[in-house]
């Protein structure tokens, strides 16, 4: 009896060791749930498409005005086929072209006169550059006229704190007046508006 007890306890403890693996395995799960939680950023990108469409709208609007304006020049047009009319009377006039010929030449002596003039005004030019480095050295003096008015405001500060040290002195002086009347009783003088209650006898 006595080997055949020996064989079960052996066979118990085997059972436990199995049971504590299982358990692992199950903390491993709940961290592939935490990465569903990303996908929550992308509803916050859909607010801003939002907002680019309302602009869109107000360009829509001016295009409706610039129709209106082209019925506007058709009317024009109908203006311009009278006049193709007047023109057909002129050419019946052929003594006018030839008068036009002999003042072309004319014009051709007054051009040659014109580029002499040109000539004179390029000198002109170059004294105007000479001109702008002297406005620098202006600038420069106006900024030492603000560092001095920045000294004159701290001197004025420093007078009125010795003002305040005088009054001090003055009330050291009444201290010391009343020590030597409490030293002799005889040369006491009653004063005040109490003087019934201590001394009654005139």
């Keep these: 009896m006595d080997p055949k007890k020996k064989k079960k306890k052996k066979k118990k403890k085997k059972k436990k060791k199995k049971k504590k693996k299982k358990k692992k395995k199950k903390k491993k799960k709940k961290k592939k749930k935490?990465?569903?939680?990303?996908?929550?950023?992308?509803k916050k990108k859909k607010k801003k498409k939002k907002k680019k469409k309302k602009k869109k709208k107000k360009k829509k609007?001016?295009?409706?005005?610039?129709?209106?304006?082209?019925?506007?020049?058709?009317?024009?047009?109908?203006?311009?086929?009278k006049k193709k009319k007047k023109k057909k009377k002129k050419?019946?006039?052929?003594?006018?072209?030839?008068k036009k010929k002999k003042k072309k030449k004319k014009k051709k002596k007054?051009?040659?006169?014109?580029?002499?003039k040109k000539k004179k005004k390029k000198k002109k030019k170059k004294k105007k550059?000479?001109?702008?480095?002297?406005?620098k050295k202006k600038k420069k003096k106006k900024k030492k006229k603000?560092?001095?008015?920045?000294k004159k405001k701290k001197k004025k500060?420093?007078?009125?704190?010795?003002?305040?040290?005088?009054?001090?002195k003055k009330k050291k002086k009444k201290k010391k007046k009343k020590k030597k009347k409490k030293k002799t009783r005889d040369t006491f003088k009653p004063h005040g508006p109490?003087?019934?209650?201590?001394?009654?006898?005139?």
């Excluded at 007054?110 to 002499?116: A, F, G, L, Q, S």
């Excluded at 603000?146 to 920045?150: E, G, I, P, S």
């Excluded at 109490?194 to 005139?202: Q, S």
């Design 91 to 98: 050419k019946k006039k052929k003594k006018k072209k030839k």
């Design 129 to 135: 550059k000479k001109k702008k480095k002297k406005k």
């Design 157 to 168: 500060k420093k007078k009125k704190k010795k003002k305040k040290k005088k009054k001090k």
């Design 110 to 116: 007054k051009k040659k006169k014109k580029k002499k």
């Design 194 to 202: 109490f003087l019934f209650l201590t001394h009654r006898d005139p």
């Design 61 to 81: 609007k001016k295009k409706k005005k610039k129709k209106k304006k082209k019925k506007k020049k058709k009317k024009k047009k109908k203006k311009k086929k």
């Design 34 to 42: 935490k990465k569903k939680k990303k996908k929550k950023k992308k």
């Design 146 to 150: 603000k560092k001095k008015k920045k």
